[in-house]
């Protein structure tokens, strides 16, 4: 009866929801014992970096299986916690992958649901108690849409996300492997920072190859980051919307620039500022006129503002959800409906990639939650990177790789069904940070009226 706590997880959302029928223990087998070097790797593993919100923490599983009858009439689900092939109904059967960070449901050779997280290059404990939250998650998702047994995205094969050895290593090199990360990250927290900067085109060929190199490249001053571009036509000029933050600050605020088709583009001038955090400056038009939504999470509030003066003045109009920990929340108009996309957090201290989706007849609401909420919970794209856009005769979406760090790459999906009843993705391409020298990530992409912009971040030495 002592199990990891997302297995505790799993076996309450199905006494509250569903039905547990029965219990079928299996054995240790003896390829789950660890060595004792194994073991004591483990223990110092859990000495350093604690148990907090830990889905490896042991569970007494007793008070969500009391009471459990023994005969039953008909299963819908087996789920198999350990390797076991009982003779009725749908096997469903977890697997773990600790070289990407990925878990997996299969029935048989069909995959029923996947999640991937944030690798960990030190503490394998960490890695592995943040997948098994996310497991828990991904299964109560699962069970809860059991009557819809085609998935909403097609789940086939995903490219390694940044491979994480430990996986493979002994304990004496997952000790040194850890040193070795704490030491790195320890010096680049303490001697660096990250720095956001933008890149914009005009040029149809560059945009249509997604050729970045191409584009012209902006670079904030030493003492701040530019990030999170939004670009807008209005007529022949582009403005692009981004947050700015100084670090001395530690708090971002909504600035615009004009951009270029010469490639020159205007200083950043700061148009929006509240006492908390703001970024990803979603704009687009509406009714004759302007309308942004920032991020505004730190406020737990989604907020519209309407613009008084292009681009410059904008006024609050109204708060479109309150009480919700949302971040980079896209809204678009597309098949006679507004659309809002965001993310929240994913359950597991490792980011918010909880994808959410709402529809309205216009973008004031009222917004109606999506069937297939939450639509999933994944590194790779599960955090919105854009407004949806038409590339190459597609509606994409572009949403962010977190994987193997924060903001690491994009991934562009077509849209391939977006009605109040279902909906269907499919990757079309990835973009790495190769493209800008020096870079460690990429995280936003926007088009508008032939106007393309996309941001890098690359690690700085002091300030």
Known sequence: MTQPAWVCRVLEHVRSKHTLAQ???????????????????????DAI????????????????????????????VVLAFAPCE????????????????????????KVIARTTAMPDAISRRRAMSRLGLRTAAMLQHALDGYGNRIPS???????????????????????????YGYAQRKVRDRFTHGQWSIAFSFDP???????????????????????????????????VFLEEMLYAEDRGVISVMEVRRDGTWSQPRRILERPYHLSYPCVFRWNGGWCMVPESGGN????????????????????????????????????????????????????????????????????????????????????????PFVHQGKLVRAGQIGAPWYGHAIQLRE????????????EVARITPDWAPGSSGTHTLNADGGVMVVDAVRERWGI
């Open 153 to 179: 995205r097609p789940i086939g094969p995903i490219s390694p996300i940044g491979p994480m050895e430990m996986g493979l290593m002994g304990p004496m090199g997952l000790m040194g492997r850890m040193v």
């Open 300 to 387: 737990r509030t989604v907020e519209l503002y309407r613009c008084v003066e292009f681009p410059y003045r904008w006024e609050p109009q109204t708060v479109l959800m309150p009480d919700v920990h949302a971040v980079d929340t896209t809204l678009f108009e597309a098949h006679g409906r507004w659309w809002m996309f965001y993310a929240t957090d994913s359950g597991d201290a490792a980011g918010f990639d909880r994808l959410w989706l709402h529809f309205a007849d216009t973008p004031l609401g009222p917004w109606t939650p999506h069937p297939a909420n939450p639509l999933e919970c994944d590194v790779i794209g599960g955090r919105p990177g854009g407004r």
């Open 205 to 239: 060929a560059a945009i249509a190859a997604l050729d970045f190199r191409r584009f012209h490249h902006v670079v904030p001053p030493r003492d701040r980051l530019w990030a999170d571009p939004f670009v807008v036509a209005d007529g022949d000029r582009a403005w």
């Open 49 to 76: 970096y604690g148990r907090a919100a830990d889905g490896l923490t042991p569970c007494d599983a007793t008070p969500y299986v009391a009471g459990v009858p023994t005969a039953v009439q008909r299963v819908d």
């Open 86 to 109: 009982p003779a009725a109904a749908e096997v469903w059967t977890i697997h773990r992958n600790d070289a990407l960070t990925e878990a997996t449901v299969r029935a048989g050779e």
């Open 415 to 426: 849209l391939v069904t977006l009605t109040p009843d279902h909906w269907e993705e499919r």
């Open 23 to 45: 219990l079928i223990p299996v054995p240790e087998t003896p390829c789950e014992r660890e060595s004792p070097a194994m073991r004591l790797f483990h223990r110092m593993d």
